[in-house]
Nanobody, 121 residues
């Protein structure tokens, strides 16, 4: 059974930092591209950062220079270090794992339940 679980959210003041973690089980973690998405109230879910199985990263323009995504394949975990947080970063943050099997013509896509990040004074 595949499980994806986020942790590390909370309340932080503007300018502060948080580190989110996402642990996955039941999958060959190293072959998955992993991503962090967020959804603020009344808005669509958006990609925040993504890291490929090979370690290539990409970020939303709104978080470039402030957020860093990384992965530890030995621990089946992906991280999101968030610095210089702003009130507009407030959202539920979701972890996603994605893999496409060309041999099977099948996509594998898994989501966590989300963790709340609130940036407020």
């Amino acid at each position: 059974q595949v499980q994806v679980a986020e942790s590390g959210g909370g309340l932080v003041q503007p300018g502060g930092s948080l580190r989110l973690s996402c642990a996955a089980s039941g999958v060959v973690f190293s072959i998955y591209a992993m991503g962090w998405y967020r959804q603020a109230p009344g808005k669509q879910r958006e990609l925040v950062a993504r890291i490929s199985s090979g370690g290539t990263t990409n970020y939303a323009d709104s978080v470039k220079g402030r957020f860093t995504i990384s992965r530890d394949n030995a621990k089946n975990t992906v991280f999101l270090q968030m610095n210089s947080l702003k009130p507009e970063d407030t959202a539920v943050y979701y972890c996603n794992g994605n893999y496409y099997s060309a041999a099977l013509f099948r996509a594998y896509d898994y989501w966590g339940q989300g963790t709340q990040v609130t940036v407020s004074s």
